[in-house]
């Protein structure tokens, strides 16, 4: 049972437009989330978190939304560059038991940045 | 110049034979995770440790050994038991401290073949 599910696969972005990636969890345990960027045969790099006592996170061109009720996130990138196309991963924890537990995380969505 | 690094990028192996994946880290972080990676999916726990001499398993431990004897080290041992080795293997870590980001740090990754 998939507690983190990025239902898009892919997405196409021409650049310099906004690029919307989604997120949805069905844990309610769940109270920090982020957002990872991976290219291939290489380690995910952090790119932006947001603790559930927010609903919105910025930092830079990248912000993420939290929308508790709904348990869904989105990762909003503008403008979309061509350096952006890599898959990105949404992650979930529940950190506010002060454990070290493991992310939880969605299968990734591929970004392709068009020209 | 701090961070994790795993040795070697590409390890091949014959089945039925143990093998062991390297991670250090100089960060100074007390938490320590080894995730698997499968084509087309997310990120998988393996195994975690929050305090040298001590570790939990994760979502898929069956097959797998590991040791923290140091807090900078966190080797992951694939025993002949795993059924399926072949995969890309992720070592990451995390500072515990209060007050400090709760993202995980990821190293590059080892890409494991059983031949």
């Known amino acids: 049972d998939q507690q983190v599910k990025q239902n898009s696969p892919s997405l196409s972005v021409q650049e310099g437009r906004i690029s919307i990636l989604n997120c949805d969890y069905t844990?309610?345990?769940?109270?920090?989330f982020l957002w990872y960027k991976k290219y291939p045969a290489e380690g995910p790099t952090f790119l932006i978190s947001?603790?559930?006592?927010?609903d919105k996170n910025e930092d830079g061109r990248f912000t993420v939304f939290l929308n508790k009720s709904a348990k869904h996130l989105s990762l909003h990138i503008v403008p979309s560059q061509p350096g952006d196309s890599a898959v990105y991963f949404c992650?979930?924890?529940?950190?506010?038991?002060?454990?070290?537990?493991?992310?939880?995380f969605g299968k990734g969505t591929h970004l392709i940045i068009q020209p | 110049d701090g961070g994790i690094t795993q040795s070697p990028k590409y390890l091949f192996r014959k089945e039925g034979q143990n093998v062991t994946l390297s991670c250090e880290q100089n960060?100074?972080?007390?938490?320590m995770y080894w995730y698997r990676q499968d084509p087309g999916q997310g990120l998988r726990l393996i195994y975690y440790?929050?305090?040298?001499?001590?570790?939990q398993k994760g979502d898929i431990a069956e097959g797998y050994s590991v040791s923290r004897e140091k807090k900078e080290s966190f080797p992951l041992t694939v025993t002949s038991a795993q059924k399926n080795p072949t995969a890309f293997y992720l070592c990451?870590?995390?500072?515990?401290?209060?007050?400090?980001?709760?993202?995980?740090?990821f190293g590059p990754g080892t890409r494991l073949t059983v031949l």
């Open positions: 947001i603790s559930s006592i927010k």
């Open positions: 990451a870590s995390r500072d515990l401290r209060r007050g400090a980001n709760n993202e995980q740090f």
């Open positions: 844990n309610s345990m769940f109270d920090y």
């Open positions: 440790s929050q305090i040298v001499n001590d570790f």
């Open positions: 992650a979930a924890s529940a950190y506010s038991g002060g454990g070290a537990d493991g992310l939880t």
């Open positions: 960060l100074n972080h007390d938490a």
